[in-house]
Structures are given as structure tokens and as C-alpha cells.
């Protein structure tokens, strides 16, 4: 079974910066797939955080664009989430997701909570 696994979480306070990291099995990094990160709060629905396009640009929640950087790096099949200026609102279990060829792979989630 294909996992991911997250890392990088922890309490931060308003302003600090976090960096998640998304090691990925080689057999689904490839350059066909999917790549983003999403984050569910209590009581609300997961929601896509950031995320690679099929041409190789990025997206981002409104929310966040300025803030967050989504990457990846090809030579550790890795990828990442730099969070900066972190607000108390981004507080959420946050997860990897990996599309491709059909099938959704997810991380266990990794928890940011911001507060002061």
C-alpha cells in the first residue's frame, strides 16, 4: 500500500513560519502527477491549500497566496509547504495528496495550530 508521509507540524505563534514536509514513494512521483496540500480545521471541510497545476504552475487558497510556497523536489521525491506569517485561522490537521493514474494517495496529516 502507497503511503505518504507528512512532518513538520507543530504550535507556532501568530507570525512565525512552519515548513511541511511530503516524502513521496518514487513508483508516484512523477512529473504526470497531481501534487498539493490540503487542511481540514474542526468542524469544517477539508479544503485545497496549494497544489501543482498540469502545466507546472501553482495555485493557492486566497487566503494564503503570498504566504505559503508549495515545492518539491525531484533528486528526494519530496514535497514541501513553507508557511510564513502564520495566522491563528490556519490552524488545521494539514495533508499531502498525491494524484496520478487514477488514483488519490493522502498522508496520515500532520497538525499546525497557530496561537499565541
Known amino acids: 500500500q502507497v503511503q505518504l508521509a507528512e512532518s513538520g507540524g507543530g504550535l507556532v505563534q501568530p507570525g512565525e513560519s512552519l515548513r511541511l514536509t511530503c516524502v513521496v514513494p518514487?513508483?508516484?512521483?512523477?512529473?504526470?502527477?497531481?501534487m498539493a496540500w490540503y487542511r481540514q480545521a474542526p468542524g469544517k471541510d477539508r479544503e485545497l491549500v496549494a497544489s501543482?497545476?498540469?502545466?507546472?504552475?501553482?495555485t493557492y487558497l486566497p487566503s494564503v497566496k503570498g504566504r505559503f510556497t508549495i515545492s518539491r523536489d525531484t533528486t528526494t521525491n519530496t514535497l514541501y509547504l513553507l508557511m510564513n506569517n502564520l495566522k491563528p485561522e490556519d490552524t488545521a490537521v494539514y495533508y499531502c495528496n498525491v494524484q496520478y493514474r487514477g488514483s488519490d494517495y493522502w498522508g496520515q496529516g500532520t497538525q499546525v495550530t497557530v496561537s499565541s
Open positions: 518514487q513508483s508516484i512521483f512523477s512529473r504526470h502527477a497531481l
Open positions: 501543482f497545476t498540469t502545466g507546472g504552475g501553482t
